[in-house]
């Protein structure tokens, strides 16, 4: 008998004494609780735990990391800082009361650690910890949040960029308005060229600004001015007189938006003077021990959609720039100084995956660690994160397919994984597990690198039901990362492919310039090549597929059931429909048209229709579910309700989605996203059974 109750997931208990009130006894039993669920579902996201954002102090002894939880009463991922001694791996919190805390920095001693919180309500404001007492100072009272915070090599200083906001130009007025009358909002007038931002909406007037402030508290000081960006991250130079930022003080700043360049600022003088000035983003400055030369990022503008960046170093006045990184051909990223100045950390992508290496002044590469993982959770992008201690001790971010990012620290070459978030949650589920492989693309035989999710319990021989799940971009990259659509989508019985195709960051700059003003184009054949490999090798059953996509995505599913039938049904999400709306309505309108099309609309229409996914839908036969956030600027709701439309208008089986409040990011508020993959589970199961065909002279 217990044998059985335990196998039910019930424990025995002792039997109470029989009740004396015959009325009470007579009640039925209580039903018994349903045993947890063995399979990854959604209630299971608010349980998550993500690692994110490791710093390692001076010493190495001590790792501060945000640690993102899902908190199901506000139904967010709550960020709070702890501390991991990385010697015995034991952790506790360090900031993890009300409010979020994010963005810790160890003060040059190790004795401190600045961060930036609400804890106090409000917006966000700078605090410092003394680590000895544990106790916390708030010593800035901001208007707007503080960002890219960084130490004065002294510890005296904390230097940080903030927005400040400035007095519009304004047409018209009103009449005085009688004490105490409700009138309406006052006019928006807008005249910047970017005037919305994703996220944020629209943009106020004003500028980010370089300030410092003294780190036990005091008044900040402004040090620069005018009407220009200024950008982190933030560099000190040794002696704590100058600071290095990133800031584009050009005229026309605004319509270039890939243009920035390193400048110098004098603290005592707040005097600032720009050091390079080629034509293309430099940033990321990194000084030197000795304060000679000073490490940065950047590339020469080729008026491309995505070119390669490079690491660089210069003399201290900027002169004698020159490259280090020029046989890589991969994104280049974070350069951090090693302590003895001979030679600069930096992370990079190889193939779906990031790597931390060490590149010499004589420009000899060694790779340091692999295998780094971003914060990413919905769907299995490419990142990480990393700091280096004076001894050279790495502190990084490391996950797989089926465990989200956690904290990893490697020491001499021997790496050791400090925290296990999700073991409890994820430990006892049946994940789906990933299989990757190689395919040659149908267009040029070009290779295509893929990764398929497999249902959980999949057995040898079994036939699943596809799930084409296509990253945005289009210049990013998918990795064997841990995805939460992914792994729901395989608990409901899908094999689920992520494909890099042609265009796809981390396999160099040719590979990327593929689809450079041919987007979407040829990446459409690398995909269906990508189906086709994974149902010839048995995992796919070749009447039951689907797509969906996000972004870049949504751009690439739209095109594929406008180009053929296979699919039965399809979920498009956030996507660019028309790309002459898209280039004069997107929150990024100054570079759609200079860097993806080559035009403005009104010089090559003909061009932005051929490319427009809304020029293939008079051929779609294919059910689509349409999704977008209603505050999303970068792939505005118009784009999404154009195809809603049209396909309405059309008599093909269609739906809209608008998720409330969901920026360009669907996946802000846990609820929503479980909500999301539902629907499109529930869409996709409309056409398990039956194929959707069009009536007859459609």
Known sequence: ??????????????????????????????????????????????????????????????????????????????????????????????????????????????????????????????????????????????????????????????????????????????????????????????????????????????????????????????????????????????????????????????????????????????????LTTRSGPDGSPSVSPDGRQIAYLGYDDRDYGYTVGTLYVMNADGSGSRVLTANLDREVGSPVWAADGRSIYFSHDQSGTVSVARVGLDGRIATIVEGLTGGTLDRPYAGGDFSVARDGTIAFTRGSATTPSEIAVSRNGNARQLTRLNEDLLGHKQMGQVVAFDTPSSHDGRNIQSWLTLPPGHREGQRHPLILEIHGGPWQAYGPNFATDNQLFAAAGYAVLSVNPRGSTSYGQDFADLIHRAYPGNDYDDLISAVDRAIALGYVDPDQLYVTGGSGGGVLSSWIIGRNNRFRAAAVQKPVINWTSFALTSDGSPAYSRYWMGAFPWEDQAGYWARSPLSQVGNIATPALVIVGIEDNRTPSSEAEQLYNALQLRGVPTALIRIPGATHNLVGRPSQNAARVSAILDWFGRYRRTRWTPPAGQ
Do not use: C
């Open 1 to 274: 008998m217990r044998k059985g109750l335990m196998l039910l997931g019930l424990i025995a208990l002792p039997v109470p004494a029989l009740a004396q009130d015959n009325a009470a006894s007579a009640q039925p039993p209580a039903a018994p609780s349903p045993a947890p669920s063995r399979l990854f579902d959604a209630s299971d996201l608010f349980g998550l735990e993500v690692g994110t954002d490791p710093q390692i102090s001076p010493d190495g002894a001590r790792v501060a990391y945000v640690r993102r939880s899902g908190d199901i009463m506000t139904d967010r991922m709550r960020p709070t800082i702890w501390l991991i001694d990385t010697a015995s791996g034991s952790q506790a919190p360090l900031v993890a009361g009300p409010g979020s805390h994010l963005s810790p920095r160890w003060s040059p001693d190790g004795t401190r650690i600045a961060y930036i919180s609400t804890a106090e309500g409000g917006g966000a404001q700078l605090y410092v910890r003394w680590l000895a007492s544990g106790q916390s100072v708030r010593v800035t009272g901001l208007p707007e949040s503080p960002s890219s915070i960084a130490w004065s090599p002294d510890g005296r200083q904390l230097a940080y960029v903030m927005q400040v906001p400035s007095d519009a130009p304004r047409l018209g007025r009103t009449p005085p308005r009688p004490e105490g009358a409700q009138w309406a909002e006052p006019l928006q007038q807008i005249t910047a060229i970017r005037y919305r931002a994703d996220g944020e909406g629209i943009v106020r007037p004003g500028f980010r600004h370089l300030f410092v402030v003294p780190a036990d508290g005091g008044a900040p000081r402004k040090l620069t001015d005018g009407d220009f960006h200024h950008d982190g991250p933030i560099a000190w130079s040794p002696d704590s007189r100058n600071i290095y930022i990133s800031a584009n003080r050009m005229p026309d700043a605004d319509r270039n938006p890939a243009e920035s360049d390193i400048h110098t600022v004098n603290v005592p003088s707040a005097s600032i003077r720009r």
